[in-house]
Each structure stands twice: as structure tokens, then as C-alpha cells.
């Protein structure tokens, strides 16, 4: 009985919002026409006079009192929406009206597609099929490890103690803790004390309570690595001592990894610890290659990371290969860059800023230094120029917020431990690391400000079609208000327009201010022009009622009473 009568109340409201859709004209008539025929008992023309007499009796102050109140109540409304579209992106009053007007008169959405489903003929069956295709195959906003990330210790706490600002944020340090439980535990290290107590030591959100667990667990076995890579990590205020930490630690891994690679195949438990140690032996090796970076032996860290690719080739976990990229290009070995990038930058691998902009680079250098664009402008774009420029507009497609930091347009904050590829994260990642490199080149940064805004008059539709990846990804602005601190203002693309809301509520709420403030200072100048407003529109009421009267028969209500 519940399911028939709430069937029939929803084909009630799909006819009223049909009828509001498509014969509002007819409503309209019907409406006047009644008002019309009410116009006796209702004493429209009486209320009227009376109206319009009690408007005029109204004195300046009154004006003022309602200009002023207007002002301040549409007032309070924009300052609730800016800052409810600052925070969320969105306009409240159009979310009210989507998702609770909307679906009381016009049913809701799921109804709709019901009745869509029903009518549908085999073209748009393999229409939907074709979209389901495609939405199956567009890639999710997933988060990635960012391979450049800074050691929390010596690096992001620094930070913290000299500006007394948090870098990082909870969400990027918890998915950190979740890969550390990932990277560094296993179903064989249960009843082990000190493994037990690492496990909860990932997943302390004090960075005291973090290194302290780590000292409990050497305590009980000063041979535990993965206790020593969180010291390693946190518990240290330069990279050289880190790099001691991590030798240190590294001793250990050696050992353990060498003993479960030769049980591995024993059972499943062999098996699990082998992958286990196989991630802290490749983890520690990457940060003691990355340790030698910072500290100035670049080339002694390409060889640990080329050896490291050698000896794990398939373990594409922690993208060593972008590690080695910002190593060459700061030995600036571009063939050896190129070599690299002809192996990764392959349309089955994932993409990323560090791929597609290193592409855009070592094009741009083969003709950066003597671009000009205003000899570009008469003559054209040579072959070399033109490959360049596309090599930038693929970049720019990729990731639209790295230009406005490499530039220097906007400024850089630490890059965080996880990033979204094509967003504000990944884009803060790659121009912190990549910036010298690109100043390295002469006129790569002039060839990137002439040409980089093209690539926007090739897809002026990003989130609908992209030109050579797929369309831009609309989560990319709430992944990275997680991920970015509170005090970096996020990029957004494409740049969103402020709602018609806001904007109305703006105007309405200036528009009053300003008669506010004209009828305080003027009161009698604008007493007048309040009255001669309300006569203009009271003049086009009393003459339709004429017309009406005049047209319409006097005794038809008489008449439609006797039917």
C-alpha cells in the first residue's frame, strides 16, 4: 500500500513539473484570470488605494531603515557564500536548490533516468555502452609516493622550527604511516616484540611517540633496520648523520635480505618476509643514492641508482627512474637523460610532470637559446621550434599548474610526501626539484612563457576532451587540499568563475548600501523618487484591471457561480 501510494505522489510531482516546464504560459493566464474573477471579494482595487496611500505616508527615515536592513541581510549572505565557495568550491544556495528544491519539483534524478532507460532505442544503448567504455578506462585520481620526498627530520622539521609552520599535513603523513606498514611489515613478523612495536609506531601521529617506539624496538633487537630507518628519517638534523643512519641500517637489511632470498621458496611466510626485505633493502639504497645527492656526489648517486635499477629491474614501486632523472640533469647528461626518458616515456607506463616536462626541456634546448618571439612572429616556427613548443603544450596538458612555478609566478612551499598526479602537488614536487634545471638552460624559461598558454586554445573544454591524454580529472582540487597545508593557497584548474550568486548578492547588496546612503543624506529628493517608483508600478496594475473590466463581461463571476 506505502509503495503504490508513493508511486502515485511521484507521478504527481513528474506531471506538476512537467506542466510548470512546458505550459507555464497556460498557468500564468489561469492565474491572472482567477485573480481576476477573485477581484470582488478579494477588494484588490481597495487594497491597492490603501496601499498605495500608506506607501505615501511613509517618511524618509522608514526608506532608510529598509535600504539599510536589505543591505546588511545581503551582506551577511555574500560573506556566507564567498566564504562557503573559498572552502568548498561550490555556491551553498545553488547546492540548496540542486539538492533539495530540484528533486521536490521536478522528482529525483534517478527517476529520471529511469524514464530515460525506458525510452531509449538502440542507438543510445550503444551510446551508453561507448561511455561506460570510456569512464572505465579514464584513470582515477589516485595518490602516488612522491619519489623526491624530503626527509622528515633533517629537512621538514627544520622548516617547522625556523617559520614555526607544519609542512606536511595529517592526511600525507598518514598514507605515509599506511605505506611504511605496507613497505616494512609482514604476516611472519607476528609475536616478534620489536616488529610488533614498529607496527604501532608507523601509526603514531606524534612524531615523539614515533621515534621513541623505534628506540623500545632496538632495544629489544638492536639488529631491527626498519626501527633504524625511522630514526634515520626523523630523528636526525642534517643528511650526513641520516646517511649514517641509513649505512648503518643498511648492514642489517644485507644480511636479513640475503637469508630470506635463499628460503623464499621454502613457504608462503619465506616468501612474504623475501618481499618484505626485498622493500628495505631497495628503500634504504634509494635514500642513501638521494643522501648523496644532497650532499654534492651526484655522480656517485646516479651509479648507486643505476646499479639499484640493474639489480631489481621490475620493482617500480618507489619510480626510482625520476630519482635518476633530477640526478643527470644536474651533471647535465641530456643524452643520458634522453636514453632514459625513450624507456619510460612509453604510452603503456604511467605519465608524470617529471616525464612529460624533461621531454618539453631537452627539446627546448635544442632551440631555446635563440628563440625570440618576435622573429617567430615573422618568419613562423622552425621544424625543431615547433616540435619544441608541442613538446611544452604536451607538458602543460599533463599538468597545467607546473608553468606558474617555474615562472616564478607563484610562490613554492615544501613539496608533500604523497602527490596526485596532474595536480597542485605533483606540480609543487617537480618545480622544487626541477626549477635549477631549467635555469640551466638558456631560454628554456623565455621559450616556456611565449608558449605555454597556447596549449589552453587547444582544449577549451579540459574537463569534457583532452587533446593527447585524457580528460582533466575533476577530484584534483579536494585531493590536494588534503594533501597541501592550509597556508598554501591551492591552484585550481580550469580557473572557476565565481557563482551567479555571489555575484547577485554582491549587486544587491551595493545597490542598497548606496540607496541607504543617499536616502540618509537626501531624505525629501529621495522620498520623492521612492513615491514616483511605487506610482510607475501601480500604473500598469490599474490599467490591466481596466482592460480586463472592460473586455470581460461584469456579471460572468455571476454567471460561472450559476454553472
Given amino acids: ?192 616484540q620489536e616488529f610488533e612495536i614498529m607496527q604501532r609506531a608507523w601509526r603514531e601521529r606524534n612524531p615523539q611517540s614515533r621515534i621513541k617506539a623505534a628506540k623500545d624496538a632496538l632495544e629489544k633487537n638492536p ?116 636514453a632514459l626518458l625513450a624507456k619510460y616515456d612509453d604510452i603503456s607506463l604511467p605519465k608524470s610532470a617529471a616525464i612529460c616536462y624533461t621531454a618539453a626541456l631537452l627539446k627546448a634546448r635544442a632551440v631555446a637559446d635563440k628563440f625570440s618571439p618576435d622573429t617567430a612572429s615573422k618568419r613562423g616556427l622552425s621544424t625543431a621550434e615547433m616540435t619544441a613548443v608541442e613538446a611544452i603544450h604536451r607538458a602543460v596538458e599533463f599538468n597545467p599548474h607546473c608553468p606558474k612555478y617555474l615562472l616564478e609566478m607563484k610562490s613554492l612551499i615544501l613539496p608533500p610526501e604523497h602527490i596526485l598526479k596532474r595536480g597542485d602537488s605533483e606540480a609543487i614536487a617537480y618545480a622544487f626539484f626541477h626549477l635549477p634545471h631549467w635555469k640551466k638552460v638558456d631560454g628554456a624559461l623565455n621559450l616556456l612563457h611565449c608558449t605555454w598558454e597556447g596549449t589552453f586554445r587547444m582544449i577549451p573544454y579540459p574537463l569534457e576532451k583532452g587533446h593527447l591524454f585524457y580528460p582533466y580529472p575533476t577530484c584534483t582540487e579536494s585531493a590536494d587540499r588534503e594533501l597541501l597545508p592550509a597556508y598554501h593557497e591551492v591552484s585550481v584548474y580550469p580557473k572557476k568563475e565565481l557563482p551567479f550568486f555571489i555575484l547577485f548578492t554582491a549587486g544587491l547588496c551595493s545597490f542598497t548600501a548606496l540607496l541607504a546612503l543617499l536616502t540618509h543624506q537626501y531624505p525629501e529628493p529621495m522620498g520623492m523618487v521612492a513615491k514616483t517608483v511605487i506610482g510607475w508600478l501601480y500604473m500598469p496594475i490599474s490599467y490591466v484591471l481596466e482592460k480586463l473590466e472592460a473586455i470581460l463581461p461584469s456579471n460572468l463571476l455571476h454567471q460561472l457561480s450559476r454553472i
Fill in 223 to 338: 639488529e631491527c633496520c626498519t626501527a633504524i630507518i625511522l630514526l634515520a628519517e626523523e630523528d636526525t638534523s642534517s643528511i650526513a648523520d641520516a646517511e649514517k643512519m641509513f649505512k648503518q641500517a643498511y648492514k642489517t637489511a644485507e644480511v636479513a635480505y640475503r637469508k630470506s632470498q635463499q628460503t623464499q621458496h621454502q613457504n608462503l611466510q619465506h616468501e612474504a618476509t623475501y618481499r618484505r626485505d626485498t622493500n628495505v633493502i631497495v628503500y634504504i639504497k634509494r635514500r642513501l643514492a638521494m643522501c648523496a645527492r644532497k650532499l654534492g656526489r651526484t655522480r656517485e648517486a646516479i651509479k648507486m641508482m643505476r646499479e639499484l635499477m640493474k639489480e631489481f629491474p621490475t620493482l617500480n614501486l618507489f619510480n626510482i627512474h625520476e630519482n635518476l632523472i633530477d640526478a643527470l640533469l644536474e651533471v647535465q647528461a641530456y643524452a643520458d637523460v634522453q
Fill in 1 to 192: 500500500m506505502a509503495g503504490f501510494l508513493s508511486r502515485i505522489f511521484e507521478k504527481i510531482k513528474s506531471w506538476i513539473h512537467w506542466s510548470w516546464t512546458y505550459l507555464w504560459a497556460v498557468w500564468f493566464i489561469l492565474v491572472v484570470f482567477v485573480v481576476y474573477i477573485l477581484r470582488g471579494p478579494l477588494k484588490l482595487t481597495e487594497n491597492l488605494s490603501y496601499a498605495t496611500m500608506f506607501l505615501n505616508t511613509l517618511t524618509p527615515k522608514f526608506y532608510v531603515a529598509l535600504t539599510g536592513t536589505s543591505s546588511l541581510i545581503s551582506g551577511l549572505i555574500l560573506i556566507f557564500e564567498w566564504w562557503y565557495f573559498k572552502k568548498y568550491g561550490t555556491s551553498f544556495i545553488e547546492q540548496v536548490s540542486l539538492n533539495h528544491i530540484s528533486p521536490l519539483l521536478g522528482g529525483t534524478e534517478g527517476q529520471q533516468n529511469d524514464n530515460n532507460n525506458t525510452n531509449t532505442n538502440s542507438n543510445n544503448t550503444t551510446n551508453t555502452q561507448q561511455n561506460q567504455q570510456t569512464q572505465q578506462s579514464m584513470p582515477e585520481c589516485k595518490v602516488w609516493r612522491n619519489p623526491l620526498n624530503l626527509f622528515r627530520g633533517s629537512e621538514y622539521q627544520r622548516y617547522n622550527w625556523a617559520r614555526g609552520k607544519e609542512p606536511l599535513t595529517y592526511y600525507d603523513m598518514n598514507l605515509s604511516a599506511q605505506d611504511h606498514q605496507t613497505f616494512f611489515t609482514c604476516e611472519s613478523d607476528a609475536g616478534k
